[in-house]
């Protein structure tokens, strides 16, 4: 079974970047699957923020593709998101998740919430 | 205002049946792209309840169904029960963003 965890700060101050980390375990993150990232601001729904497939290649959401970075570390087995010149409009629980070319998520993290705040 | 658009809420009495509605585009649900669902309960992570338009994953009760057509999808559910109070996403991909997109979400609750 595939299991995600997040983890990284739970409080980012405004204009800085946002760093999160989501372990992966039960399966090795270069064998397949598209890993990414979504959030879900307060109040709001769900957000695609970006995916990379083990390749390398990385899809990323047209209205944050300027201020992120999604990448991956196969020696540790991790995902890592980079968000940069966070407001509070980026204060969300933030989900890692695996999915398939069809875009179907099959696994999921139970999330992190990041809160942007001076 | 997302991509793809669902009515805010829905609500029924247990045992009787309910329908979400995901409305799209030509650009995604229009353009043949698969549709998903999830079900996400009060403080936990998505989970996956449908996918490629009408497949239930193991473990999904029949209770939950699914159609496509033309650049709409539904979700139906019936039997409520109290424990399926949720919100309920649909979730295609748009070939115009050339990225994967979420319904705003539908509240179910369960009266």
């Known amino acids: 079974q595939v299991e995600l965890q997040e983890s990284g700060p739970g409080l980012v101050k405004p204009s800085e970047t946002l760093s999160l980390t989501c372990g992966v375990s039960g399966y090795s993150i270069i064998s397949g699957y598209y890993w990414a990232w979504i959030r879900r601001p307060p109040g709001k729904g769900l957000e695609w923020i970006g995916s990379m497939f083990h390749s390398g290649k990385t899809d990323y959401n047209p209205s944050l593709k300027s201020r992120v970075t999604i990448s991956v570390d196969a020696s540790s087995n991790h995902l890592s998101l980079k968000l940069t010149s966070v407001t509070a409009a980026d204060t969300a629980v933030y989900y890692c998740?695996?999915?398939?070319?069809?875009?179907?998520?099959?696994?999921w993290g139970q999330g992190t919430l990041a809160t942007v705040s001076p | 205002q997302s991509v793809l658009t669902q009515s805010p809420t829905v609500s029924g009495a247990p045992g009787q049946r309910v329908t979400i509605s995901c409305t799209g585009r030509?650009?995604?649900?229009?353009?043949?792209?698969?549709v998903h669902w999830y079900q996400q309960l009060p403080g936990t992570a998505p989970k996956l309840l449908i996918y490629?338009?009408?497949n239930r994953p193991s473990g999904v009760p029949d209770r939950f169904s699914a159609s496509k057509s033309a650049t709409s999808a539904s979700l139906a559910i019936t039997g409520l029960q109290v424990e399926d109070e949720a919100d309920y996403y649909c979730q295609s991909y748009d070939r115009s963003l050339s990225g994967w997109v979420f319904g705003g979400g539908t509240r179910l609750t369960v009266l």
């Open positions: 998740a695996a999915h398939d070319s069809s875009g179907r998520l099959d696994f």
């Open positions: 030509s650009s995604n649900i229009g353009a043949g792209y698969n």
């Open positions: 490629g338009n009408s």
